[in-house]
């Protein structure tokens, strides 16, 4: 392995011996800043810097090298496989900048990442609610309440519109507008930077506009933090809006259910409805017809499924 090489992942000559351990190197720095400035998805980022830390506390002071790369993932055995291939896609990445900076020539950069992801069998099935959980679960929030009012506004809005967390967190007043005589939220830009609007069901929208007027609000961000005397904020995270799912799908008997499964209850229920497939992959922001289909499991049928027909 070449000098380049090795400066991805050891301190440089004459560095205290205390930043070879429990603290980065201003090498492993540099690289994980470079890999956080390529990628856009705070969520992405988030598992990013997971994935290379703790690549950095097992080599402790090693090379990087194919080898290194196989015992990391030898390492993670105990773990879903997309769990390992997300953290393999974040050393992919690495060492993608490093050779765009010039600290890996482009062979050794192939060899190192010539490291096969886990393979997964089947498919994920995913969680999704029925028309009547779904129901349910809207009539959890208290809507005599400021709170419930949003509460209501972000569960309408996540099981009626099919918005990912992050979209809805960043969803503004403005973007909510009208169209052929119906409201829309226009041009939103979701994942990939991927543009698209997204038709509001009138009872989604009625909900909007009790927490509106409810919350006094004219411009801004849809969604805010409310405390607990009562007074509205300037914002609400992606985080909180789980919170709100996690804790309202409890309240009906449903555990580790969070914002993502809303968005397939929506696609599911579409589909379910005669939705045309298409327009659903509109809804959704889906780039292509195929990872729509992915996402609904249209080739498997759970609830009349093909052997519920056996007659034994």
């Known amino acids: 392995m070449s000098e380049t090489a090795e400066i991805v992942l050891v301190a440089p000559p004459g560095a205290p011996e205390s930043t070879k351990s429990a603290e980065l190197t201003p ?7 470079m890999v956080l400035d390529s990628v856009t998805s705070p969520h992405s980022r988030r598992n990013y810097v997971k994935a290379l830390d703790l690549l950095f506390t097992l080599a402790a002071g090693r090379p990087l ?3 290194l790369l196989m015992e990391y993932r ?3 055995e105990d773990l879903a496989p997309s769990t ?5 896609a974040a050393v992919r990445k690495m060492v993608s900048e490093a050779k765009r900076n010039g600290l890996l020539s482009a062979e050794e950069a192939v060899s190192i990442t010539d ?12 969680n999704w609610l029925t028309k ?6 809207l009539q959890v929030p208290d809507r005599s309440t400021l709170k419930g009012k949003r509460d209501y506004a972000i569960l309408a809005l996540l099981v009626g519109c099919a918005l990912r967390r992050r979209e809805l967190a960043n969803l503004t007043i403005e973007e909510i507008q009208q169209r052929e005589n119906r409201w829309v939220i226009a041009d939103l830009r979701g994942k990939g930077g991927r543009i698209r609007t997204v038709a509001v069901p009138v009872w989604v929208k009625q909900g909007i506009n009790a927490w509106q007027t409810a919350a006094g609000i004219q411009e801004g961000p849809l969604l805010r933090s409310v405390n607990k005397v ?14 709100v799912v996690t804790e309202s799908a409890k309240q009906i008997g449903i555990e580790r259910f969070g914002a993502h499964d809303l968005r397939r209850t929506c696609a599911k229920l579409c589909r379910k409805a005669g939705g045309d497939l298409e327009q659903i992959k509109f809804l959704l922001g889906h780039s292509s017809i195929q990872t729509t289909e992915r996402y609904l499991g249209s080739e498997q049928e ?6 519920d027909s056996l007659g034994l």
């Open 132 to 137: 009547e959980q779904a129901r349910e679960l």
């Open 230 to 243: 009562g007074k509205v904020g300037e914002s609400l995270s992606d985080w909180a809006i789980w919170a």
């Open 84 to 88: 390992v291939n997300v953290r393999l």
């Open 115 to 126: 490291v096969p992801n886990i393979r997964q069998s089947g498919k994920r099935l995913g």
């Open 302 to 307: 759970i609830a009349v499924a093909v052997n």
């Open 74 to 76: 030898s390492s993670m």
């Open 27 to 33: 090498a492993q720095r540099q690289l994980r800043q």
């Open 65 to 67: 090298t194919r080898a």
